[in-house]
């Protein structure tokens, strides 16, 4: 197969970056440096990169093909058990490297693959955390990942359910990307985002079912002048607005480069 043919068959299968992902699957299976793919007529009949071909032009994301990705300044596996880790979860991130003090702890709910929780203990000083999840194969992919990064003296991982009793005792923060698509939305996404854990997107009928439920359970989990963070969708503000009112607290909306509400900080009263 050569690149140019890679290229249009997944053009013809209404892959959105057809030729970036063609190239990314030559470098990976192939063993083709970038300078190498400047021609479309290069070409290989390496079975690996066949097959790969074939997945994304179902859909597959090249994320899980390939089995890493690229998130704030680190590297991570992934896999089908654990949600892809996405840019727009790289400002809760920001948020908490800049906010955390030294030596702080934290929790990170709905790890998955445990790049949030990772990415805040690699780019901060003498911070622990306790990642948590429901499933356990996604814990799997966070410990690999952890280990990967020489981080696992510095967080514990668990397997437990968001939507339960607070765990992990008193935290200078907590931080979730939680499932927060509402059911309607959830039918109307990218052919792609089918595979990925579905339990890992929806969160009710609203979106809010997870913010609910962590607000009221961790909010005497903070220490003085703590904070819960979220990733919030672009039409959530006024939802988390009223949950943190709800509950007492503060809420600051932080918007994201393109302008769009992206990050949730609740805080209890001084």
């Not at 192939?30 to 793919?37: A, D, Q, S, V």
């Not at 300044?73 to 089908?80: D, W």
């Not at 609910?212 to 903070?222: D, G, Q, V």
Request: glycine share 10%; net charge negative; with cysteine.
């Amino acid at each position: 197969m050569t690149l140019s043919e890679a290229i249009e068959r997944l053009r013809m299968a209404g892959v959105p970056d057809a030729e970036h992902d063609a190239r990314a699957i030559f470098r990976h299976f192939g063993g083709f440096r970038g300078y190498e793919l400047v021609s479309r007529s290069v070409s290989s009949d390496e079975p690996q990169l066949t097959d790969a071909i074939r997945r994304r032009e179902g859909r597959e994301p090249l994320q899980y093909i390939i089995g890493e990705c690229d998130f704030y300044r680190e590297r991570y596996f992934v896999s089908r058990d654990c949600l892809i880790p996405r840019s727009d979860t790289e400002i809760l991130v920001d948020f908490a490297v800049k906010n955390l003090p030294s030596g702080a702890r934290f929790i990170d709910l709905c790890t998955g693959s445990g790049c949030v929780a990772l990415s805040v203990l690699n780019n901060t000083a003498d911070t622990t955390a306790l990642a948590v999840d429901i499933s356990v194969a996604a814990l799997e992919i966070a410990e690999k990942n952890a280990k990967r990064l020489g981080l696992d003296s510095r967080v514990e991982i668990r397997e437990g359910d968001a939507l339960g009793e607070a765990i992990g005792g008193e935290v200078d923060a907590v931080l979730s990307n939680p499932p927060y698509v509402t059911d309607g939305e959830y039918t109307a996404l990218e052919k792609e985002i089918y595979f990925e854990p579905k339990g890992a997107f929806v969160g009710g009928s609203d979106g809010g079912d997870f913010y609910r439920a962590i607000t009221e359970n961790y909010k005497n989990s903070l220490k003085k002048g703590g904070f819960i963070a979220y990733e919030i969708g672009a039409e959530q503000a006024e939802l988390l607005s009223k949950i943190a009112e709800d509950n007492g607290m503060s809420c600051e909306i932080i918007n994201d480069l393109g302008g769009r509400a992206r990050l949730a900080v609740l805080k209890n009263p001084l």
